[in-house]
Nanobody, 114 residues
Framework: QVHVVESGGGLVQAGGSLRLSCAAS????????MAWYRQAPGKQRELVAS???????LYVASVKGRFTIARDNAKNTVSLQMNSLKPEDTAVYYC????????WGQGTQVTVSS
């Protein structure tokens, strides 16, 4: 079985911070890279940050310098520290492998008020 459980979302004022966490099963976590994706209403799902097993990171331009992805290989967890949040960051955030597996968890809602 594949399991990913996202947590840490919530309502925050513009300029504030949130830290998202993902607990993943070993089979999906032990792939080349894990990533955070997000989907806003009426928009396509997009990859926002990725981290390889060795720690190499990738960010979409809109979050570069504001978000930080990290992983703990011993605990099969991935985090996303989000600072200087903007209303445009409002979305459901999902954890998955990169390239993505055909499996999605429940996601965690992030809402940023202006």
């Amino acid at each position: 079985q594949v399991h990913v459980v996202e947590s840490g979302g919530g309502l925050v004022q513009a300029g504030g911070s949130l830290r998202l966490s993902c607990a993943a099963s070993a089979n999906i976590f032990d792939t080349n890279a894990m990533a955070w994706y997000r989907q806003a209403p009426g928009k396509q799902r997009e990859l926002v940050a990725s981290i390889s097993r060795g720690g190499t990171t990738l960010y979409v331009a809109s979050v570069k310098g504001r978000f930080t992805i990290a992983r703990d290989n011993a605990k099969n967890t991935v985090s996303l520290q989000m600072n200087s949040l903007k209303p445009e960051d409002t979305a459901v955030y999902y954890c998955n492998a990169n390239p993505q597996w055909d499996y999605w968890g429940q996601g965690t809602q992030v809402t940023v008020s202006s």
